[in-house]
């Protein structure tokens, strides 16, 4: 016997969860049907259907039409509801059943079910509640998410009272809420589907300052009271990196915007507008008269406030190292070494003319064209980019191009040069690190312009904020770009106050800082060897500087410069937390540049060196080490512990002239720890680069530590104390002193200094002994002893030499007897009738004597006990 004939159940295209449970209410009433497998279905009812066992389908190619009789078209009305169906069905004579609220419009004779329920599952269900058909808990469900989404729970303007009776029935089954809204996507409603369709329709791609902007204006009449999900759909369907929707009624406006872009801060960007955050979207209204926008297009706002993209100009290192096209292989490789830099840009008639490469070079080496000029060899066909080039261009040319750097050019002249890693340091991370490799490549966030601007105002002066604001002014109308640099910089970020303040200008620095001193009516002094220039303004000092490259001839010698731009001339500093920069031109205020890592050391307490041969090429840099560590407290980072040890083990201090050592000592002489400080140098063996005779921290008294607070109980004297005379006197003392003074000479100790220091380590020789001897209550001896000797050099009695009977004599002397004088004068005793002579002297030796032993000498009794004396000898 033949097959029995049975029904075919077919779906529309994008078939949704209302089709499906309609298709299960037929298959009910009929077990026999057959279900046609979709083309596609909705993908939450696609989710839900294949995991039912009823849910068994037959596809197209493989149905056997032979078998049917009976069509169910559910959804399908028209012809593109279901093309390829619709053409097999023209071409085939078979009963069709059509279910719609309006006529259906087919190529084939077809019977048609109106419906006058919004869900076709509703209508079904009507019947089976009349007829009393039983269904499972399980199909309860699917019929409840099928009406539910159709009718938009209950709020699509289409529901009509059966639809929502039957909700309710449903509802009476105690199916759980929680998996309602699990499954279910509520779709737009009909004037939020057309609303969303002339959005789409309205899509306008611009690019304000290069960034891929979708924008959509369009009018509406107001009926749409929810315009959250039509915005999130249209999102959703072109999911560009930054949209802007504007929907107007009559004279009033809504803006919603979104940026998957780190960069771009929306709320930042309409701030004008006090926009409010909702969810993912920043929203706001204006309307006709709302100021800023009447006279400037949504097009035009957003060309004037959204931040520009990073360009070339940005991420570039300026001036860069150039050689003539007529210059030899040999010129160009001693210029490359010379700077330590691996490409050179190459001019001819003063304007580009291409780059050339250490690896260029030595391919030349090899093929003995040392002598032969290098234009020849210059590729040509190189691309070149502007100051305005967005970095996601400068990417995409360096890969298409195999090129690991480009010169930027303006109007034929060279600018800048751009290398990978400035690029890839420019580029932004689009997604989050995974966590198995953050500790590897995790960046530092740095600290935002307004969290510095706010540690700036709080740890300095709103004074000093006004004088940096007004210098990157000034330099903006100069055509130029300053940042403030180094020292300043790093105590700014670790809240400390420092007035000394180091500018680096992107150009010439000596003009600038002479319109500068004009500017704040202050004085200026010009270094010109270094080509630097100093401004006084009250207690603070700013110290201007051409960006510039350095470049050593021996290891220890004094640095050759050259112009050059921002990383180059913080690449030249000593340690990364040194090589940190905070732009001062208004575009760009307080924004840092930390080339290096030097803000992730400053948090992890590092000292790092830029190099690995930083200090063998400037041995000053072992002592700034130790400074620095002592000061804040920091540790020397691994590799850069290795590089101080190799240094100190090839002896590199040795190069250096005893001048700059001395120079160096005397800064961590003056550090507030310097006890610590001259510990740490002895224990690196550096103190014996002044002499072979300062081994170790032991030949020092013990008492150093003590010498700072001395000075500071000295203090109420009003009496200046060189502090760093008295701590040189300390490490000095181990030493004889004919060696002392040498050192002192071939430091170049100021004269005043050097006599104080020596009149201390006298004194450290020849005090103690005889003032051992002297009885307590003899102040005559005590006066004469040390009455010519510096206070430096009682302190430093105090603090090395004496035990504490003797130091109480130096205390009571300083306090007690150090300004005892006669009231006499030598002009009184000539106007007594006592002639000048040596015997002057003696006189007032004797009176200061009488004093000494307590007698109160009034200026009359003075003078009787001078003529008594005189008359005496």
Known sequence: ???????????????????????????????????????????????????????????????????????????????????????????????????????????????????????????????????????????????????????????????????????????????????????????????????????????????????????????????????????????????????????????????????????????????????????????????????????????????????????AEKIMSASPQTIGWNSTVKQALNQMLKFNIMSLVVTRDAEFAGLITRRDLDRAVQMNLLESPIGPYIPTDIPVVGPGTPVRVLKNIMVRYNLTRLAVVDAGKVVGIITSRELLRALPDYLPLPPDYLPLAEQTVLPSFSQIEETLKRVFSLRVFHILQKIGREARKSGLKVYAVGGFVRDLLLETCNLDIDIVVIGDALPFARHLSQEFSCDLKVFDRFHTARIYLDDMKIDFSSARIEHYSDPGALPQIEFSGLSNDLFRRDFSINALALSLNPESMLELQDFFGGYSDLKQKKIKILHSFSFIEDPTRLFRAIRFAARFNFSLEKDTRRAFDLAIHRGCSGDLSKKRIGSEISRCLNEDRPHKMVEALFNAGLMQTLSPDLRDISMIPGRFRLVRGLVKRFKPFNQEIDEEAILWSGILSALSLEQATGILEDMGTPHNQQVTITAALQAMDEVPGYLSSIEVNDNVSLFFLLRNRPLEALIALMAYTLEKQNTRKILHFITDLRNVKPAVTGEDLKSFGIPAGSHMRLIFQKILEIKLRGNLLDREKELEIALQEYKSL
């Open 1 to 311: 016997m033949g097959k029995e004939p049975c029904e075919l159940v077919a779906f529309a295209h994008n078939a949704d969860f209302d089709l499906i449970a309609a298709a299960r209410c037929l298959l009910l009433k009929n077990p026999g049907i057959k279900i046609l497998h979709p083309v596609r279905l909705n993908q939450n009812a696609w989710e839900f259907a294949r995991r039912q066992e009823w849910f068994k389908t037959i596809k197209l190619v493989d149905l056997d039409w032979n078998g049917f009789t009976k069509v169910h078209l559910l959804g399908i009305s028209l012809p593109r509801h279901n093309p390829e169906l619709i053409d097999q069905l023209s071409r085939k004579r078979k009963e069709c059943l059509t279910y719609a609220g309006r006529p259906a419009r087919l190529p084939f004779k077809f019977h048609q079910t109106n419906i006058q329920t919004c869900s076709l599952t509703s209508h079904f269900l009507n019947i089976f509640f009349k007829h009393s058909i039983e269904f499972s808990k399980e199909d309860a469900l699917l019929f409840s998410l099928a009406i539910t989404e159709k009718t938009w729970a209950g709020l699509a303007s289409k529901t009509s009272r059966l639809d929502l009776e039957v909700l309710a029935r449903l509802r009476t089954g105690k199916i759980s809420p929680s998996r309602i809204a699990n499954n279910v996507v509520l779709g737009l409603r009909e004037g939020q589907t057309g609303l969303y369709q002339q959005m789409l329709k309205k899509i306008e791609d611009i690019h304000p300052g290069n960034w891929p902007v979708s924008l959509i204006c369009v009018n509406s009449t107001g009926q749409v009271q929810d315009l959250e999900p039509v915005v999130d759909a249209v999102w959703s369907d072109i999911a560009p990196p930054i949209m802007v929707i504007c929907i107007t009624s009559g004279h009033f406006s809504r803006v919603w915007a979104r940026s998957t872009l780190s960069q771009i801060d929306l709320v930042e960007v309409f701030k004008d507008f006090r926009p409010r955050i909702n969810r993912n979207w920043i929203c706001f209204n204006f309307s006709e008269n709302t100021p800023g926008i009447s006279s400037l297009s949504l097009k035009e706002y957003l060309k004037h406030n959204l931040p520009p993209d990073l360009v």
